[in-house]
């Protein structure tokens, strides 16, 4: 006995429907670990101490703790920067963030507000000499320049006794991360 056959229309509703299916688990899996928004609660972390030289080796991307984006640091694509929390966000046009990494803060630190970036360097010498990278300059403060960069060694700054410094170091991965995300004009958010 012969079974009779599908005409080839019904396997291509099959199959349409079969991904269809697949596609949907997949989105719903995929929205179950979704970032969160800028209109999410905001956690208070605070940190309780400088980084530990443990800490220091390896923070910012691929924490395993996600941050959320302070709830008043403004709308759209920027990055926010928080002085309390030492941590810096990416946030793209929805308010959601792809990026979020611990910072060391300098000793001189910006007033809270809008900013923009508005000078780049490939490199150079912070004041306390290190070679760095990646510096993404927004403000300006007691005559000192603040900016973003990384150590081109990849360690963590020492406090220098005696010496005023206006960059904010991070990992440099999350340099690289700043520099590509940080065009001229780029909107950065500071906030408490």
């Given at each position: 006995?012969?079974?009779?056959?599908?005409?080839?229309w019904?396997?291509?509703?099959?199959?349409?429907?079969?991904?269809?299916?697949?596609?949907?688990?997949?989105?719903?899996?995929?929205?179950?670990?979704?970032?969160?928004?800028?209109?999410?609660?905001?956690?208070?972390?605070?940190?309780?101490?400088?980084?530990?030289?443990?800490?220091?080796?390896?923070?910012?991307?691929?924490?395993?703790?996600?941050?959320?984006?302070?709830?008043?640091?403004?709308?759209?694509?920027?990055?926010?920067?928080?002085l309390?929390?030492?941590?810096?966000?990416?946030?793209?046009?929805?308010?959601?963030?792809?990026?979020?990494?611990?910072?060391?803060?300098?000793?001189?630190?910006?007033?809270?507000?809008?900013?923009a970036?508005?000078?780049?360097?490939?490199?150079?010498?912070?004041?306390?000499?290190?070679?760095?990278?990646?510096?993404?300059?927004?403000?300006?403060?007691?005559?000192?320049?603040?900016?973003?960069?990384?150590?081109?060694?990849?360690a963590?700054?020492?406090?220098?006794?005696?010496?005023s410094?206006?960059?904010?170091?991070?990992?440099?991965?999350?340099?690289?991360?700043?520099?590509?995300?940080?065009?001229?004009?780029?909107?950065?958010?500071?906030?408490?």
């Amino acid at each position: 006995m012969h079974g009779r056959r599908l005409p080839s229309w019904a396997w291509v509703t099959a199959l349409t429907a079969g991904a269809l299916v697949a596609v949907t688990f997949l989105a719903v899996e995929a929205g179950n670990g979704s970032r969160p928004t800028a209109t999410a609660p905001t956690a208070q972390v605070k940190p309780t101490a400088s980084p530990s030289p443990k800490a220091a080796a390896s923070p910012g991307l691929g924490e395993d703790v996600k941050h959320q984006v302070p709830t008043a640091s403004g709308e759209g694509r920027r990055i926010v920067y928080s002085l309390g929390e030492q941590r810096v966000w990416l946030v793209d046009p929805n308010n959601n963030y792809d990026d979020s990494f611990a910072v060391w803060p300098g000793t001189i630190s910006p007033e809270k507000g809008s900013y923009a970036v508005s000078f780049r360097r490939d490199d150079g010498v912070g004041s306390d000499g290190v070679s760095i990278e990646h510096i993404v300059y927004f403000a300006v403060k007691e005559g000192m320049s603040i900016a973003f960069s990384n150590a081109v060694d990849g360690a963590a700054p020492s406090p220098a006794p005696g010496v005023s410094t206006g960059g904010i170091r991070v990992a440099t991965t999350a340099g690289g991360a700043i520099w590509k995300f940080g065009a001229l004009g780029t909107k950065i958010s500071v906030v408490d």
